[in-house]
């Protein structure tokens, strides 16, 4: 079945980096859409960032935007999040999401994501 695994968390202190990868198993194509979302203690989880099939087009959220690097290799089935500048408030579980397919609404939309991974803690500190 198809699976993702995120890696890369960790601790840092603010204005610090990290480098989240996520890499997709059990599926032989490249998945459509890719993005990352994250959920803070007591928060929705929120769309942080998406890639689409091609590598090219990509979607940030506002408090990302600037700070936050995706990318995708489709020959590794990997995609990566490139967090520089780290603040306090980024601290949250990151979860990969794949879609399949095209036409599911905005990036940001939970459900069109056919799968999940199980998330991987940042936690930025002062």
């Known amino acids: 079945q198809v699976q993702l695994v995120e890696s890369g968390g960790g601790s840092v202190q603010a204005g610090g980096s990290l480098r989240l990868s996520c890499v997709v198993s059990g599926y032989a194509y490249s998945m459509y859409l890719m993005g990352w979302f994250r959920q803070a203690p007591g928060k929705e989880r929120e769309g942080v960032a998406a890639?689409?099939?091609?590598?090219?087009?990509?979607a940030y959220a506002d408090s990302v935007k600037g700070r936050f690097t995706i990318s995708r290799d489709n020959a590794k089935k990997t995609v990566y999040l490139e967090m520089t500048s780290l603040k306090l408030e980024d601290t949250a579980m990151y979860y990969c999401?794949?879609?399949?397919?095209?036409?599911?609404?905005?990036?940001?939309?939970?459900?069109?994501?056919?799968?999940w991974g199980q998330g991987t803690q940042v936690t930025v500190s002062s």
């Open positions: 999401a794949a879609d399949r397919n095209s036409g599911g609404g905005s990036w940001t939309t939970r459900g069109r994501y056919h799968y």
């Open positions: 890639i689409y099939a091609g590598g090219i087009t990509t």
